[in-house]
């Protein structure tokens, strides 16, 4: 939440360029207050899992929000119980004709597939499409992130020689975006994946932000369009087992999984892993959703389309 002051404060301008929330009196007395609204399409299959840990970190502020869960129409997920999504899922058909603050979309495991040969492609473009005229802004984590940059701007994904798994140290951007309030210039976030996007394939496209990255793990956010857009590469959100969990799992499919790295301390999977992103998790989330606050219309009627493209108009991907 902001901290409320009088209008012309000499300290204004102080905690503008620190990057510190806060809203003038003028503006704070014609405040129309309402709950955030939220979508969270949930791609993973251990849907349970994943909800848990998004609603841990977007309900730790003090805002209030409306929560809604998607799946998908056209993929029945094998992992989470049908008598669980019908009575706590929509799918795509029930929310189409409504519109939200925030929408999140999150990674699923199915990276080294092409995008066209997902089963749910078509019905993911479709929601990526309508987000641009019915979320103020929509937050991609791990593999959407890559479909939302292929889909909208048409930035490729590449494989990579073998999984990235761990905690990586990552920078901050110099300037002072809102989503970095707060942050110490290097934190660690977990990655799990296989595939990447590249620096330079960001950078050809003008309407594009890389903002923050890690000299091992590469891109890791990215905006557009004001920060309506956001694309995370990696998995804040995660849960101080996860990456273990997976590690174990993949030992027990005969993968030969290398040890996730800067994860367990000495690289000894038999010891408690180090967490060190949770700080990081909490305080971006609650930035993303201090500035859904901060920017999204009180009428969602009265949302502007997200313009997208290489240069800022027109979707790119193929159909």
Not at 19 to 30: C, L, Q, S, V, W
Not at 276 to 288: D, E, G, P, Q
Request: net charge negative; with cysteine; aromatic share 10%.
């Amino acid at each position: 939440m902001p901290i409320r002051i009088p209008d012309n404060l000499p300290a204004a301008r102080i905690l503008e360029e620190e990057n510190i929330f806060y809203m003038p009196e003028h503006r704070a007395f014609h405040q129309d207050i309402r709950p955030l609204r939220i979508l969270v399409l949930n791609l993973m299959p251990t849907k349970v899992v994943t909800e848990t840990q998004l609603l841990r970190l977007l309900g730790n502020t003090p805002l209030q929000l409306e929560v809604d869960l998607l799946c998908t129409a056209s993929y029945q997920p094998k992992n989470t119980p049908e008598e669980h999504l019908l009575a706590f899922y929509d799918t795509f058909g029930q929310v189409r004709d409504q519109r939200y603050d925030g929408l999140v979309i999150t990674g699923a495991p199915v990276e080294q597939m092409p995008f066209e040969e997902v089963a749910y492609w078509d019905e993911l473009k479709e929601v990526m499409e309508w987000s641009r005229d019915h979320v103020h802004s929509t937050l991609h984590i791990c593999w959407a992130a890559q479909a939302g940059l292929y889909h909208h701007y048409g930035v490729p994904k590449h494989d990579l020689p073998a999984k990235l798994s761990g905690v990586y140290l990552h920078t901050r951007p110099a300037g002072h975006d809102p989503l970095f309030r707060g942050f110490d210039p290097e934190f660690y976030a977990p990655h799990s994946r296989y595939t990447e996007v590249r620096r330079e394939d960001i950078l050809a496209v003008p309407a594009l932000s890389l903002l923050s990255e890690s000299p091992e793990a590469g891109v890791y956010l990215v905006t557009a369009a004001g920060g309506r857009q956001v694309f995370i590469t990696g998995h804040s959100e995660y849960d101080p087992g996860t990456l273990r969990q997976e590690y174990e799992r993949d030992l027990a499919r005969g993968l030969a999984p290398a040890i996730p790295k800067h994860y367990f301390p000495d690289d000894d999977p038999a010891r408690e892993p180090i967490v060190r992103w949770r700080a990081h998790a909490t305080l971006l989330f609650a930035n993303w959703v201090n500035q859904v606050y901060q920017n999204t219309p009180y009428r969602l009627e009265d949302l502007e389309p997200v313009q997208t493209g290489p240069a800022g108009g027109g979707s790119t991907s193929s159909s």
